[in-house]
């Protein structure tokens, strides 16, 4: 019989080693894997590239692990928020490195990851200074930026269900980067608020296939627990 | 010279979106315009982060953090609306299938560059988030901004000194004082708000303007 689904939040995040790239799903705090994060916290693995659309909020959840001084180098299309001062912090004070990327760009760089794409032309981005030093190729008269695959050694998202087989159905807009990114990781490691029944699920509403997801952990209020 | 106000502003863009369009605005003063949508009208507002059939924030008590908009302000979703990834989003985006967005903007230039997402400072923390990719895949990009910066310099410039987020994507101007068009002959005025002259317009506009209004904007 095949389970995904580990009992501890320890056993989801174990074999994470130093150096690893990790994406973690979330659009600012929405979606936002908190409980994974803490026992990457705890785990203890450090010297990271993190790939997030943001660059923390407060102090909790990835702003904790930067805090944490675990995080080597971030990808990211917005780390300049409001509440994002231990991040800019660290950037200030040169102790973490920023790969800045368009938003829509990230997310193609991770499609191109998970689908198996050896890169992609993209219009966004032409002509500015993000593009600077890329390849460019004009086709059907329109301008496009070469960009690379980007994938990861692990991903760590937030669903709202799975099941044993791994497949999972999310909730509102928290699942931004989840889908995705489950597709473009070695190890995908969701945490949801329930894992159910197999056969629960309505197949015709899943929306991350089993295949992408090698573990699955059920945290007790995952649910709106992100603010 | 009297400008409008923002809401002015906000409400002057929202009298040019048609039902059934497809719109994203984007974060700061555009997002004001969906206040001023005419509420009989069907508009399908997207927010980046995956929602179609965006609606107004929500009543008290009724907030869910896992319900934001793309400025991660609390929102509803419509009914018939609709959640996506960001895959799906950019796709849409990225893709052509807005028929407008609404940005703000620190530059545009005489042939429609826009300059949105950083001013260039040293010290800054750079951040892009999705401008880049509505600045050149929406079908029509329209921006909303003041026509002079604090220091009375003009936001409408032959080039953009700040770092460029689209080159040639502008279509459509909203300043507090006008209405301009990019277009192949250049910036064409369609549109002067309380009584301002086109030639005191021109005067504080350092690019060669033309004057051609609309009909449904006469």
């Given at each position: 019989m095949i389970n995904k689904s580990v009992a501890s939040l320890e056993e989801a995040v174990a074999?994470?080693?130093?150096?690893a790239t990790i994406m973690i799903g979330g659009f600012g705090t929405a979606g936002q894997p908190t409980y994974l994060i803490d026992a990457l916290i705890a785990q203890g693995a450090k010297n990271l590239t993190i790939i997030n659309n943001?660059?923390?909020?407060?102090?909790?959840g990835l702003a904790a692990l930067l805090k944490a001084g675990r995080v080597r180098k971030m990808v990211c299309?917005?780390?300049?928020?409001?509440?994002?001062q231990i991040f800019d912090d660290l950037y200030r004070r040169g102790e973490v490195e920023l790969e800045l990327v368009p938003q829509g760009n990230l997310a193609a760089r991770i499609q191109a990851a998970g689908s198996g794409l050896g890169a992609v032309f993209t219009p966004?981005?032409?002509?500015?200074p993000l593009a600077e030093g890329k390849e460019t190729r004009e086709i059907d008269g329109r301008h496009y930026v070469l960009e690379y695959p980007l994938k990861a050694d692990f991903a760590l998202i937030k669903a709202y269900e799975g099941d044993r087989w791994g497949n999972l159905v999310y909730r509102k807009a928290a699942r931004n980067f989840g889908p995705i990114m489950a597709t473009a990781a070695t190890v995908t490691i969701a945490e949801v608020s329930r894992v159910v029944?197999?056969?629960?699920?309505?197949p015709e509403h899943i929306?991350?296939?089993?295949?992408?997801?090698?573990r699955l952990v059920a945290v007790e209020a995952s649910l709106a627990q992100s603010a | 010279m009297k400008k409008l106000t923002r809401d002015e502003m906000a409400k002057r863009v929202a009298r040019d979106i048609p039902e059934g369009a497809y719109v994203n605005l984007g974060i700061g003063?555009?997002?004001?315009i969906a206040n001023y949508l005419p509420a009989d009208k069907e508009i399908f507002l997207h927010s980046e982060n995956g929602l179609l059939g965006m609606g107004p924030k929500p009543a008290?008590?009724?907030?869910?953090?896992?319900?934001?908009n793309a400025g991660k302000e609390y929102v509803t979703l419509l009914t018939g609306g609709c959640f996506f990834h960001h895959g799906d989003s950019f796709a849409m985006m990225r893709g052509g299938h807005l028929d407008i967005c609404v940005l703000g903007a620190y530059q545009v230039s005489a042939s429609g560059d826009l300059a949105n997402?950083?001013?260039?400072?040293?010290?800054s923390i750079p951040a892009v988030g999705g401008a880049m990719d509505l600045a050149i895949g929406a079908r029509q990009v329209f921006v909303m901004m003041?026509?002079?910066?604090?220091?009375?310099?003009?936001?409408?410039?032959?080039?953009?000194?700040?770092?460029?987020?689209?080159?040639?994507?502008?279509s459509r101007i909203y300043t507090d004082l006008a209405v301009i068009d990019i277009t192949e002959k250049g910036p064409v005025v369609r549109e002067i708000f309380n009584g301002l002259s086109f030639e005191e317009l021109q005067r504080i506009t350092p690019v060669t303007l033309g004057f051609e209004q609309l009909a449904e904007s006469a």
């Open positions: 074999g994470i080693f130093d150096g943001n660059a923390g909020n407060g102090e909790v299309s917005f780390p300049r928020q409001v509440d994002s966004t981005g032409f002509g500015t029944p197999l056969g629960e699920l309505d929306v991350t296939p089993g295949i992408f997801v090698q | 003063l555009p997002t004001r008290e008590g009724e907030e869910d953090p896992e319900l934001i997402w950083s001013t260039g400072a040293v010290d003041d026509h002079l910066t604090r220091d009375g310099e003009c936001k409408l410039v032959e080039n953009c000194s700040y770092p460029l987020t689209g080159i040639g994507c502008v």
